[in-house]
């Protein structure tokens, strides 16, 4: 099975969103995708773009059953740790479920990997859902250590209200 | 107790770096540690710097008994929530220990959500220590959400050596 992958053209945001919201769906979180292509091109293409994204492509000849090329993407991020300095966070991996365990995840993040080394950085983060078993074994099998499980790092929010509620009182 | 929140300037860089192996000494990881002030220098200084630091400072007058008047830090990038659009992560937040409890952190992090609100983030996301339950507890009180804890996302690293290792394979 042949497939590239490369960085994302403003020709791929209706299916990057696409597939964002199947990550999302397939997380129980559909309802909690705000953003919208229009959003993702003025963030992703503009010249203050912080993050870029791979696309997987199959040739047009070899369509999903839906019709589509583009099936898997890796959203990633420049991001800086005080300790490691700077480092590439991994915000999303997803492969439509017809092509999986062809390798197409593992050829994304070797990608990312070098996105990563051209950009400086000395690791790759990233958040994985822990009941997501299968994901979580290809994780391990590439090298990576969940520090949630190992050091007791947690992830927590401040959603947008509390923000707001907190810079209000700025001088307070 | 007087004391100013103010964004870094590099006559900080050096009380930043005492701060963040402070820091990391405090969750025994100081070996860690490999920034140096010359390293968040040309990060956080160059033009492309993708990050920014809060300090708390005391007047001259009112050093710590260790001769400092930085005693506290907070540490903050622009991410990307393909969800939400943008966000401000935080790094680090941090208050020397003999002037805790007198709500600087809390105006570390007021002055953190107006950054994130001037940025255009819609949420403020950071990672905390589980096992550090007066750190979960001020966090909380603020309306934070453990996210690792209500949704089952942990955090995972990569380290340089694997990121190599994958970069390598890149074609193969």
New interface residues.
């Given amino acids: 099975m042949s497939y590239i992958i490369r960085p994302w053209a403003t020709r791929d945001l209706k299916d990057v969103m696409r597939l964002?919201r199947e990550?999302?769906k397939a997380h129980g979180?559909l309802d909690?995708?705000?953003?919208t292509p229009e959003?993702l091109r003025d963030?992703g293409f503009g010249k203050e773009s912080?993050?870029g994204c791979l696309v997987a492509e199959l040739p047009s000849e070899q369509k999903s059953k839906s019709g589509h090329t583009i099936i898997g993407y890796q959203?990633h991020?420049?991001?800086?740790?005080?300790?490691?300095?700077?480092i590439l966070?991994g915000?999303?991996l997803y492969v439509m479920p017809d092509f999986r365990g062809k390798g197409i995840g593992t050829s994304l993040?070797?990608?990312a990997?070098?996105v990563?080394?051209e950009k400086g950085?000395?690791?790759?983060?990233?958040?994985?859902?822990?009941?997501n078993q299968p994901a979580m074994d290809f994780?391990t099998k590439?090298?990576?250590?969940?520090?949630?499980?190992s050091?007791?790092?947690?992830?927590?929010?401040?959603?947008?209200?509390?923000?707001?509620?907190?810079?209000e009182?700025?001088g307070k």
Same sequence: chains 1, 2.
């Avoid at 991020?77 to 700077?86: E, K, M, N, P, R």
């Fill in positions: 964002i990550c999302a979180a909690q995708v705000r953003t959003m963030h912080t993050f959203f991020y420049l991001s800086y740790c005080t300790w490691d300095g700077h966070f915000e999303d993040l070797k990608k990997a070098k990563a080394l950085c000395s690791q790759f983060r990233f958040i994985s859902a822990s009941w994780f590439l090298g990576a250590l969940d520090v949630t499980f050091s007791s790092w947690n992830l927590c929010h401040l959603d947008g209200d509390h923000v707001r509620k907190l810079a009182k700025v």
